[in-house]
């Protein structure tokens, strides 16, 4: 049985399964993706519910895994050597994952850096305007009087919706036939986006055709479906 006794954030939740991926997250866009990468892989995992309104990501068990105080994160006990390894970042957890198991990333070289551009193009772009558009739309960001802001993340929020839209003319999924981390890196951001964000009509949502036929496919996925509700809020 692994020990990861080492690591303090397993004092504050300790892993019933030590044997498991620990997953220390929140069903937020950037969480989902890797619940929902767990579940496309198959691979047995803890989940851990970490309660950011309540910023339990701000202890100093939670820092100790992720000193940037963000979820998700990770420790898988049989990394690289056969040795934990923690992890935060959820792109990079993304990227891990998919090495570790051979899934959801091309084999051939070309193709993996097209995805992996594909994934940090999420990280960048699409997460960051995403997130500010629905601060300045649904949260405290309303009260601001000067309206700069929220048409600035709107235009490029509709910008980038654009780009998603072009690649996916002709193609299934973001890398064509094949389903890969590049999907599930933006699956919860724009249905986040149109949901709860509740800015479909903002960013003018309906007149896209690829882009929302994309978003129902892989919201039928049954491991999306599932990977969306963990860890569970109650």
């Not at 960001?141 to 998603?164: H, M, Q, W």
């Not at 896209?208 to 978003?215: D, F, I, M, S």
């Amino acid at each position: 049985m692994a020990d990861l006794s080492a690591f303090p954030i397993t004092s504050r939740w300790p892993a019933q399964f030590p044997d498991r991926i620990q997953l220390y997250s929140l069903p937020t866009p950037n969480g989902v993706k890797v619940s929902i990468m767990l579940e496309e892989l198959g691979l047995p995992y803890e989940p851990h519910l970490i309660d950011i309104g309540a910023n339990e990501s701000w202890t100093p068990e939670y820092l100790s895994l992720n000193p940037n105080g963000k979820i998700p994160a990770i420790i898988d006990p049989d990394g690289p050597g056969g040795k934990p390894l923690p992890l935060f970042e959820s792109g990079a957890i993304l990227l891990y994952l998919a090495e570790k198991t051979g899934k959801l990333i091309p084999a051939d070289l070309a193709a993996r850096y097209e995805t992996i551009q594909w994934v940090f193009f999420q990280m960048g772009a699409i997460g960051p305007m995403f997130g500010q558009l629905g601060f300045f739309h649904k949260f405290a960001g309303r009260e601001i009087a000067d309206k700069r802001p929220l048409e600035r993340y709107r235009d490029e929020s509709k910008r980038l919706l654009g780009v998603l839209e072009g690649r996916l003319d002709g193609r299934k999924w973001i890398m064509g036939d094949a389903y890969t981390i590049a999907d599930i890196s933006m699956l919860g951001w724009v249905r986040n986006l149109v949901g709860f964000y509740e800015a479909a009509e903002l960013v003018d949502f309906a007149s896209l055709k690829n882009v929302p036929a994309w978003l129902e496919r892989g919201l039928a996925r049954p491991a999306v479906q599932r990977g969306i509700t963990i860890p569970s809020r109650v």
